[in-house]
């Protein structure tokens, strides 16, 4: 029988707060129930956004709560040669293209398109308006002069050609108890668009990051919030392309502030070092986490 693999895997852009808790207790919780292995990964591949000190604070942290996990980490920042490969292996199916439109230029070209159509732009499940360039349909010498003339760019999937090659999607989510039924979820990774796959200082974005480290490690359940919830659909399409195995999922409840938004490390919310100081325990965390 093969032994499950449990990951956390926290961004070390801020400190750790309960909605993380969580997620690495119920990680804990489940691989230890189930006789399994558990990883902490950083996921540090942002290099604008990651912080050495949040690794610390964010191990410590993880210590405090009696989280055993396997040593060493795996850091993505040290792993750009595998997120290369894969980024080549989509590259030569013909799937990436170079996009040229800055923040504000999307934003102008979307402006032009609403007031055209007189109906709203087509977001993705975060909210995020689709990347609306036709910069996939640029000539390779073209984009080639551009990026020889200094413009910056990011690299993309071309989402259409990608869904159409491997067609129909979907994934297995079970539920609290790991043993329990699993249903089969129909995966729709067209709704994201055109994704970034790396950007001028990031060697992969997270969806790339995500899926070649989750099959690096060996990983078999990801159990994570629910707001990834919809980005599996994205894994799943990713991990076909690259031939990669299909973890099964687990999208745990999240733990919402008095303003019943989710927590958020910019906003310091909750943070459980600062609970910590303030004298709570490790009981305590788990009460304020549902855990119990
Ligand atoms: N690094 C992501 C985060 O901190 C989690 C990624 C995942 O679990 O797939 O939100």
């Known amino acids: 029988m093969t032994v499950p693999v449990f990951r956390f895997a926290p961004s070390p852009n801020g400190p ?7 997620s690495a207790l119920v990680n804990a919780d489940m691989a230890a129930a189930a006789g399994g292995r558990m990883l902490v990964r ?33 850091r993505q920042s040290e792993h750009a040669d595998d997120y290369a490969s894969a980024l080549e292996r989509l590259a030569a199916l013909g799937l990436v293209y170079r996009s040229f439109l800055s923040r504000t230029e999307i934003a102008a070209a ?17 909210g995020a308006p689709l990347y609306p360039s036709r910069d996939r349909d640029r000539l390779e010498d073209e984009a080639e002069a551009l990026a020889n003339a200094g413009h910056p760019y990011a690299l993309r999937l071309d989402m259409t050609k990608a869904a159409r090659l491997v067609g129909p999607l979907s994934w297995q989510e079970f539920g ?23 950007g001028k200082f990031v060697p992969a974005a997270y969806h790339l990051a995500v899926v070649v480290d989750d099959a690096l490690q060996g990983v078999t359940d990801v159990v994570r919030g629910r707001d990834l919830y919809y980005a599996t659909a994205v894994h799943r399409l990713l991990q076909t392309l690259l031939g990669l195995p299909a973890p099964r999922y ?5 733990i919402t502030g008095p303003d019943g938004r989710k927590l958020s ?28």
């Open 16 to 22: 750790l707060h309960l909605g993380h808790a969580l």
């Open 176 to 198: 609290d108890h790991r043993d329990g039924p699993a249903s089969t979820i129909v995966a729709d990774p067209a709704a994201w668009g055109d994704i970034v796959l790396a």
């Open 110 to 126: 979307i402006a032009v398109e609403e007031a055209r159509n007189g109906q709203p732009w087509p977001r993705d499940p975060d």
């Open 265 to 292: 490390k910019s906003k310091g919310s909750e943070g459980l070092a600062a609970l910590r100081v303030a004298g709570a325990t490790v009981t305590d965390i788990r009460r304020m986490v549902g855990l119990g």
């Open 250 to 254: 687990h999208h745990h409840r999240l």
């Open 42 to 74: 950083i996921e540090d591949v942002d290099v604008t956004r990651a912080r050495p000190e949040h690794e610390r604070a964010i191990l410590d942290d993880l210590d405090w709560l009696g989280i055993a996990y396997e040593r060493p980490v795996r």
